[in-house]
């Protein structure tokens, strides 16, 4: 598993943006995957996840704000943020496991492979 995170920016606040995150192995289907953030001086902490069944859970924070897919025929896993605020900004990173329990989606030692991650900056 290799993860390569792309796509963010800078943008205005109320905007949208997409992330998306590659994985170069051959396991990607197999994978449940999530996307974490880390704004300066906090914690990294979960966005969004979708497992291999494609079950989905997100922060209530970005709940009917951000969405995330994957498409297995192109290891590429997603994230759709509309009506970006200025506290969602952060380093966005995209996380992957071979096996997790639902109830650890939101723990970041539950992923053992992590991206570099990508540069989201929202003005106000």
């Known amino acids: 598993v290799q993860l390569q995170a792309s796509g963010g920016g800078f943008v205005q606040a109320g905007e949208s943006l997409t992330i998306s995150c590659v994985d170069s192995?051959?396991?990607?289907?197999?994978?449940?995957m999530g996307w974490y953030r880390q704004a300066p001086g906090d914690l990294r902490r979960m966005v969004a996840s979708i497992t291999k069944t494609h079950y989905v859970e997100y922060t209530d924070s970005v709940k009917g704000r951000f969405t995330i897919s994957r498409d297995n025929a192109k290891n590429t896993v997603y994230l759709q943020m509309n009506s970006l605020r200025p506290d969602d900004a952060a380093v966005y990173y995209c996380a992957a496991s071979n096996t997790i329990i639902y109830s650890q989606l939101n723990v970041p030692s539950s992923y053992a492979y992590w991206g570099q991650g990508t540069l989201v900056t929202v003005s106000s």
């Open positions: 192995g051959s396991t990607f289907s197999a994978n449940d």
